[in-house]
């Protein structure tokens, strides 16, 4: 995990380790259940927590229960073991189900999460403003902002012609823009978020002026040529 991943998830759980792995194919983070279950109940016996916790999801059917996964993480002891994990949703559909004061900013920040997004539905301008704020919050100038908010747009029209002619699936979408990349770049997205030295993030918030003009270009040629 890339060193500032790993600060925010230690700071989320007051320092503690949370063991995880990223898996590449799927660009997603997994976490140690155990882990988190530990970090937030402070109980000795995080295991047997879980263990219970987990028949009780199943008895009420929660649909968390088919979201758990196994993967071998390094254990105190060195040693490789197989460990439940959750996706970052599930963690947070995790965190929900745990009656822990610990638990309670968590659900305090999804619940107003889950206001400003509904806030969004009435009025779409907040979340075009928060955008901004983000980005210039991140020391992006207008000008990049602008053109990326542009770039945005452009995309959303490639994508609207390849689903007119058929395309529908996310590695359908995958393929075809790696087509693009490669046409400018040589390298796939997979391939360039590397030598970024990114993973999650968005790959475009990390480029250059001259690199998200090239992508841009790329997208709209592709566009113009797909309609012809």
């Known amino acids: 995990m890339d060193d500032n991943k790993l600060e925010t998830i230690s700071n989320l759980f007051e320092g503690k380790e949370i063991r995880s792995a990223w898996d590449s194919e ?3 983070y997994y ?15 995080a295991r047997k927590y879980w263990n219970d ?3 009780k999801l199943n008895q009420e059917g929660s649909q968390l229960s088919e979201k758990i996964g196994q993967l071998k993480l390094k254990a105190k002891d060195g040693k490789f073991y197989n460990t439940d994990v959750l996706d970052t ?22 619940a107003k999460m889950g206001k400003e997004r509904i806030d969004e539905v009435f009025n779409p301008e907040i979340a075009i403003n928060r955008a901004v704020d983000y980005y210039r919050s991140h020391e992006y100038d207008d000008n990049w902002i602008k053109a990326r908010m542009t770039g945005i747009v452009d995309r959303r029209k490639l994508t609207d012609v390849w689903k007119e002619n058929g395309i529908t699936k996310n590695y359908e979408y995958a393929v075809l823009t790696n087509e693009i990349y490669q046409a400018w770049s040589g390298m796939k997205a997979s391939e360039y978020k590397e030598l970024k030295g990114i993973r999650k993030e968005s790959l475009r918030d990390n480029m250059t002026d001259i690199e ?3 992508t841009d270009l790329g ?9 012809a």
Request: charged residues 30%; positive net charge; proline residues 5%.
């Open 26 to 28: 799927k660009e997603e």
């Open 31 to 45: 976490f140690s259940v155990v882990d988190i279950v530990g970090a937030l109940t402070n109980s000795e016996r």
């Open 53 to 55: 916790l987990k028949i």
């Open 89 to 110: 949703s599930g963690i947070l559909r995790l965190i929900e189900s745990i009656p822990s004061p610990k638990a309670e900013p968590f659900k305090l920040w999804l």
């Open 212 to 214: 998200v003009a090239l």
């Open 219 to 227: 997208e709209i040629a592709t566009r113009e040529l797909k309609k």
